[in-house]
């Protein structure tokens, strides 16, 4: 898969995941749309996965730590074939796999999260255990910023340092917006980068709806340079459709039909169904 391939996967990603809140009267959209550029990258040529065979031991792991935005990476996983794209009409229903934060029930999903700050801590483990075991895949976690208000993850981001895990890479969704207000009006992160490169990381900052950015960082990983990667994208909350961009309400609100046919449109998917 190249670069159209991953552009027609973030335009996938984004109506599938309006779709689903919209169906469910669910939320979390803004921040599913803002990391779908990073989940099309991923998924079209990143991550080492066989999607018929989800279970595959050398897989490379994805954990998406913000699991409150679960609708994008169900649809990254339905897109690329892990499971049947009609099972994303029973998201956020009564006994659906597909629960409205992120479920390891789900083939693909290497890990629940709902509480901020558990993947990348999990994710530690799982990169440690892969060295010690001496495997060869990678450990990759998505966080949002507003979730490195947890000490949890600067626990974490100090033991991947110390122990030089360098099969473990962090992508922070770096949208500047978080449930309850702007990042830096709630809990200031900057320097970010700074910050990550003091506890011992390379860090690379790219433009989150790049794909030739994103490509471009973690196409490039060091092998064995005993240093964990963060990948610090800068994304736009909502990004996609132009009247939820930047939009802190979009954080927990969902689309009424209306909304939902202009944003499918903006995506050039008018008519293909709500």
Not at 149 to 161: D, M, Q, R, T
Not at 167 to 181: E, F, H, P, R, W
Request: aromatic content about 8%; glycine content about 10%.
């Amino acid at each position: 898969m190249g670069v159209q391939d991953s552009l027609q996967l973030a335009r996938g990603i984004r109506a599938q995941a309006l779709r689903m809140v919209f169906r469910a009267k669910a939320s979390h959209v803004g921040g599913a749309l803002s990391m779908a550029d990073l989940l099309a990258v991923l998924y079209s040529e990143i991550l080492k996965v066989r999607p018929h065979e989800p279970a595959w031991s050398e897989r490379d792991r994805l954990i998406l730590s913000k699991g409150h935005s679960c609708t994008g990476l169900y649809a990254a996983l339905a897109l690329r074939g892990f499971f049947p794209m009609e099972e994303l009409e029973t998201y956020g229903r009564d006994h659906s796999r597909l629960m409205s934060h992120i479920s390891h029930k789900v083939p693909g999903v290497e890990f629940s999260t709902g509480s901020l700050g558990h993947g990348l801590p999990f994710g530690c483990g799982k990169a440690l255990a892969a060295k010690r075991l001496g495997h060869a895949w990678r450990t990759f976690v998505i966080l949002s910023d507003g979730e490195l208000n947890e000490g949890s993850n600067w626990e974490a981001i100090l033991f991947a340092g110390h122990h030089r895990l360098d099969n473990l890479v962090a992508l922070v969704d770096y949208n500047k917006i978080q449930s309850l207000g702007g990042v830096e009006e709630v809990m200031g992160l900057h320097p970010l980068a700074e910050k990550f490169r003091a506890f011992r990381w390379v860090v690379r900052e790219v433009d989150g709806h790049d794909h030739a950015a994103i490509r471009g960082a973690l196409g490039e990983l060091p092998d064995n340079t005993g240093a964990p990667v963060c990948v610090l994208a800068h994304t736009v909350k909502g990004s996609g459709v132009s009247f939820m961009e930047n939009q802190l309400l979009w954080h927990y609100k969902s689309p009424t039909a209306e909304q939902l046919a202009a944003a499918l449109s903006e995506l050039g998917e008018a008519g293909a169904g709500l």
